[in-house]
């Protein structure tokens, strides 16, 4: 088997190995670890479509981290999907109005993240012990909800790692909030930042780049790592789902062998589609990726222009995990797109720092015709709930629904009949005010949380865990600050002595 070495997205640092790239998170030269060549499934559809999640995982995964044993890659994955998913699909498919829901809410924070960050924590531990590191790693993250309560959950008693969560204290949701703040582990930490998402994400940043603290860290046995979806140890596990999902497609009889699906997938930080072009060209076939976005729209801008901009409204909708205006990942498909050129990418990126924004050449613009960009409003977000449940009494979450209606939008102008796996991000409990007033069932003064119920009795679907859990679960982290004062609070929470 041919090894797979990393390659920064703007050509500073080349052929590092995974476990190397995994540990650091992203590039010195500021750039995104890329795998350098994409590789092919090997394994026919004929035994896919036999295998357990884990052993797809396996399958996937075993073909990017090349230098891990198959017993390291086993274990992680042994560890990570377990019954800490509800059911032993781990990512089950649901049909509804046509399309089928590949479900990627059934892990411990019943979000997408989940997928993920279930993982990355021994994928993390594995790959620090094979670089030979032998300080404690923390994980910072700055959070707008999901990321920071599935990034704990992952990491909460991983020996040899601390986590630091910091989210804005009043943008995230009722729900998202009690998640974190009853978050138990000895080496978790949640912190509440007085300012919104941006302040947060600002501060981490500057963090991660304080060279001062990264010795006073290292000279005390700790150093940072990141738990974002730049880190490769995120992006391959992701791949997983989707060659998953069309195996049980074909196994179900839904699709013959060979026969091309579309793919739609609610996008923020491009992290999650990304996932699902590579197992393109790992020969998934794949027609079409529908790219859905919500009023933050500047992909579905993106990839009908082929100008990036971010210069506009941030606007906070209710499907606030892809309420973001730079996605970090879409670094990877330009490189992809450019012929691996880093100079043009290192040119595109310093172009959106200066003037927040960049435009492509008429080359690499033509190359993103495999995408579909479109977005739906709050209103269109809304009444998609609505509709669906009234024509199948399926529940979607904002999140999906988003995905669901750029799914009828395509169709729609396209004419096109393929058979569509729609990737379901979040379950509808995680945001039921917004659910609930989608189907006109509650007014603006209603809680999260007396909701629970009513959705249960309305939906039918059982209660997650995760919520029975935080319902009557004990506060555990109060701490806040402003968000000046991030690396003070480190200092603090690390113990950290002045040098
Ligand atoms: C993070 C998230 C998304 C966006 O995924 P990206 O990989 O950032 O594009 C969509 N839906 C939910 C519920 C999420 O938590």
Same mark, same amino acid.
């Given at each position: 088997?041919?090894?797979?070495?990393?390659?920064?997205?703007?050509?500073?640092?080349?052929?590092?190995?995974?476990?190397?790239?995994?540990?650091?998170?992203?590039?010195?030269?500021?750039?995104?670890?890329?795998?350098?060549?994409?590789?092919?499934?090997?394994?026919?559809?004929?035994?896919?479509?036999?295998?357990?999640?884990?052993?797809?995982? $396996?399958?996937?995964?075993?073909?990017?981290?090349?230098?891990?044993?198959?017993?390291?890659?086993?274990?992680?994955?042994?560890?990570?999907?377990?019954?800490?998913?509800?059911?032993?699909?781990?990512?089950?498919?649901?049909?509804?109005?046509?399309?089928?829901?590949?479900?990627?809410?059934?892990?411990?924070?019943?979000?997408?993240?989940?997928?993920?960050?279930? /993982?990355?924590?021994?994928?993390?531990?594995?790959?620090?012990?094979?670089?030979?590191?032998?300080?404690?790693? &923390?994980?910072?993250?700055?959070?707008?909800?999901?990321?920071?309560?599935? @990034?704990?959950?992952?990491?909460?008693?991983?020996?040899?790692?601390?986590?630091?969560?910091?989210?804005?204290?009043?943008? =995230?949701?009722?729900?998202?909030?009690?998640?974190?703040?009853?978050?138990?582990?000895?080496?978790?930490? &949640?912190?509440?930042?007085? +300012?919104?998402?941006?302040?947060?994400?600002?501060?981490?940043?500057?963090?991660?780049?304080?060279?001062?603290?990264?010795?006073?860290?290292?000279?005390?046995?700790?150093?940072?790592?990141?738990?974002?979806?730049?880190?490769?140890?995120?992006?391959?596990?992701?791949? =997983?789902?989707?060659?998953?999902?069309?195996?049980?497609?074909?196994?179900?009889?839904?699709?013959?062998?060979?026969?091309?699906?579309?793919?739609? =997938?609610?996008?923020?930080?491009?992290?999650?589609?990304?996932?699902?072009?590579?197992?393109?060209?790992?020969?998934?076939?794949?027609?079409?990726?529908?790219?859905?976005?919500?009023?933050?729209?500047?992909?579905?801008?993106?990839?009908?222009?082929?100008?990036?901009?971010?210069?506009?409204?941030?606007?906070?909708?209710?499907?606030?995990?892809?309420?973001?205006?730079?996605?970090?990942?879409?670094?990877?498909?330009?490189?992809?797109?450019? +012929?691996?050129?880093?100079?043009?990418?290192?040119?595109?990126?310093?172009?959106?720092?200066?003037?927040?924004?960049?435009?492509?050449?008429?080359? #690499?613009?033509?190359?993103?015709?495999?995408? $579909?960009?479109?977005?739906?409003? %709050? %209103?269109?977000?809304?009444?998609?709930?609505?509709?669906?449940?009234?024509?199948?009494?399926?529940? #979607?979450?904002?999140?999906?629904?988003? +995905?669901?209606?750029?799914?009828?939008?395509?169709?729609?102008?396209?004419?096109?009949?393929?058979?569509?796996?729609?990737?379901?991000? @979040?379950?509808?409990?995680?945001?039921?005010?917004?659910? #609930?007033?989608?189907?006109?069932?509650?007014?603006?003064?209603?809680?999260?949380?007396?909701?629970?119920?009513?959705?249960?009795?309305?939906?039918?679907?059982?209660?997650?865990?995760?919520?029975?859990?935080?319902?009557?679960?004990?506060?555990?982290?109060?701490?806040?600050?402003?968000?000046?004062?991030?690396?003070?609070?480190? &200092? *603090?929470?690390?113990?950290?002595? *002045? /040098?």
């Amino acid at each position: 088997m041919s090894k797979i070495y990393y390659n920064s997205t703007r050509g500073g640092e080349r052929k590092i190995e995974a476990s190397y790239a995994i540990v650091k998170g992203i590039a010195e030269d500021g750039g995104l670890y890329v795998p350098d060549r994409i590789p092919e499934l090997k394994e026919t559809w004929r035994n896919l479509r036999s295998m357990s999640y884990q052993e797809v995982a $396996y399958t996937v995964m075993k073909e990017y981290l090349t230098d891990f044993t198959e017993e390291e890659l086993r274990f992680c994955i042994d560890q990570a999907y377990d019954e800490k998913f509800d059911t032993e699909a781990i990512a089950p498919i649901t049909k509804a109005g046509d399309a089928y829901f590949l479900e990627l809410f059934h892990g411990r924070t019943i979000a997408f993240k989940d997928m993920a960050l279930s /993982i990355l924590p021994y994928l993390m531990k594995v790959s620090a012990k094979k670089q030979n590191i032998h300080n404690e790693i &923390v994980i910072l993250t700055a959070t707008s909800g999901d990321t920071g309560k599935a @990034a704990l959950e992952g990491f909460a008693d991983v020996e040899g790692t601390k986590i630091i969560v910091f989210y804005p204290k009043d943008g =995230v949701s009722p729900i998202q909030k009690q998640q974190m703040v009853t978050q138990k582990g000895n080496n978790t930490y &949640v912190v509440g930042i007085e +300012g919104n998402f941006d302040d947060a994400q600002n501060g981490v940043k500057d963090i991660f780049s304080n060279g001062a603290l990264r010795k006073r860290m290292n000279d005390q046995g700790y150093q940072f790592s990141s738990a974002n979806s730049i880190n490769i140890g995120r992006l391959v596990p992701q791949i =997983v789902y989707y060659i998953y999902g069309y195996a049980q497609l074909l196994k179900a009889g839904e699709i013959e062998e060979g026969e091309s699906i579309n793919i739609t =997938v609610p996008t923020g930080n491009f992290g999650n589609i990304l996932a699902a072009f590579y197992a393109k060209n790992m020969g998934l076939p794949i027609k079409k990726l529908l790219c859905a976005s919500n009023d933050n729209k500047v992909l579905y801008d993106f990839l009908n222009t082929g100008v990036y901009d971010k210069n506009r409204e941030f606007i906070v909708t209710i499907s606030p995990s892809m309420d973001i205006l730079i996605s970090s990942n879409l670094e990877r498909l330009l490189y992809s797109i450019s +012929g691996e050129d880093g100079e043009e990418i290192d040119r595109l990126m310093a172009d959106l720092k200066e003037n927040g924004k960049y435009v492509l050449k008429e080359e #690499m613009k033509s190359k993103l015709q495999g995408f $579909y960009g479109n977005f739906a409003s %709050e %209103e269109e977000t809304s009444q998609a709930i609505k509709a669906l449940y009234g024509e199948d009494g399926y529940v #979607m979450d904002p999140h999906t629904a988003v +995905g669901y209606k750029v799914y009828e939008k395509y169709t729609e102008a396209a004419g096109d009949e393929t058979k569509t796996l729609i990737a379901s991000t @979040a379950s509808p409990y995680k945001f039921t005010k917004s659910v #609930m007033q989608a189907l006109g069932k509650a007014d603006d003064r209603a809680d999260d949380f007396a909701l629970i119920e009513k959705l249960h009795e309305l939906s039918k679907v059982t209660i997650p865990p995760a919520i029975e859990e935080i319902l009557h679960a004990p506060v555990l982290h109060t701490k806040s600050c402003k968000s000046n004062q991030m690396e003070t609070t480190i &200092v *603090e929470i690390l113990g950290l002595r *002045e /040098i």
